[in-house]
């Protein structure tokens, strides 16, 4: 059995006024009938100007990319996912020197993990405002990451992507409205990354077919990818999803708790 201990590490920027950085990051089992895996999270909440201060961890062909980059927003985007990835790598592959990594965007502009060693590991990225957090997984057992934030201005625009049944989940899910259409949508942004398509497929192929409450998180499966199921979490104003393969399962209870600790 691997060591699944959880490792913590908080950063604070001392300077009064400073927001914190915060980051998370842990291992968790992916148990499947005859198998068992590993992966790693981080989460990652940090200001602009934090982030700045770990360019070391970029890849030098990272760190010309993020130089090309013109606006602000974007910039911060990649570095929240990129630290977040690496520390997760980091957490999954005891890999010290996060620097030699590359994560390169794919033609659907999906994240590739390149690195010398010959191990398999790849990334799954989400961020929002500040957050970052980023799932590392062996290549044989993929997984996908969404996170967004709740915003009533945004949920007819979402009703409008739904279809009828998934609709009408939403309205029996007794979660309020803005919060059951993201958690639909975030669901369906997760599978898509595992499927490494994006959003660029129909969207009725991403169909959930069910919504259920089981403990503090609420699971669906599939219409079509009746391989995957989703596993979502709302805490503050944040929705996210992880998509599994439909016969493994996660042990995300850190994850989660950690996911609450920090949007709450
Ligand atoms: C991929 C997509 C689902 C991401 O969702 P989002 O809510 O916008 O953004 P998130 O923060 O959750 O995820 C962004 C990360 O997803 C990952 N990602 C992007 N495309 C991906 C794909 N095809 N498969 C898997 N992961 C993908 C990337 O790592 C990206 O972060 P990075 O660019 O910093 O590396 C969505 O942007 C999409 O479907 N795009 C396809 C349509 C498109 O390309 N539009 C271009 C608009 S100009």
């Known amino acids: ?22 980051i998370h990051r842990g291992k968790f089992t992916l148990k499947r009938e005859n198998s068992i895996h590993a992966a790693a999270f981080c989460i990652l909440h940090a200001a602009a100007e934090q982030l700045t201060q770990h360019l070391h961890l970029l890849h030098p062909e990272e760190l010309s990319y993020y130089e090309t980059l013109k606006f602000d927003k974007r910039r911060e985007s990649y570095l929240l996912g990129r630290i977040s990835a690496k520390k997760a790598i980091g957490a999954l592959s005891l890999f010290e020197d996060l620097g030699k990594i590359a994560i390169e965007s794919g033609i659907f502009q999906f994240p590739v993990v390149k690195y010398a060693i010959t191990r398999n590991l790849q990334v799954s990225i989400t961020h929002c405002e500040g957050l970052g957090i980023a799932l590392s997984y062996p290549e044989v057992h993929p997984l996908g990451i ?9 949920t007819e625009a979402i009703k409008e992507q739904l279809t009828p049944a998934e609709l009408a989940l939403t309205r029996t899910s007794q979660l309020p409205e803005d919060v059951a259409c993201t958690m639909v949508w975030t669901m369906k942004e997760a599978l898509s990354k595992v499927l490494r398509t994006g959003l660029t497929v129909d969207l009725k192929l991403l169909e959930i077919q069910s919504l ?3 403990g503090d998180v609420y699971t669906s499966h599939f219409r079509h990818l009746i391989q995957y199921r989703a596993i979502s979490c709302y ?6 999803s992880i998509v599994v393969p439909g016969k493994t399962t996660p042990e995300l209870e850190e994850f ?3 996911f609450r600790e920090t949007v709450s």
């Open 1 to 22: 059995m691997y060591n699944s201990k959880i490792q913590c590490t908080f950063l604070a920027d001392r300077k009064p006024g400073k927001q914190m950085m915060l």
């Open 146 to 154: 969404d996170l967004e934030r709740t915003d009533k201005a945004n």
């Open 212 to 214: 259920a409450k089981e």
């Open 235 to 240: 805490a503050g104003a944040y929705v996210c």
């Open 256 to 258: 989660w708790r950690f």
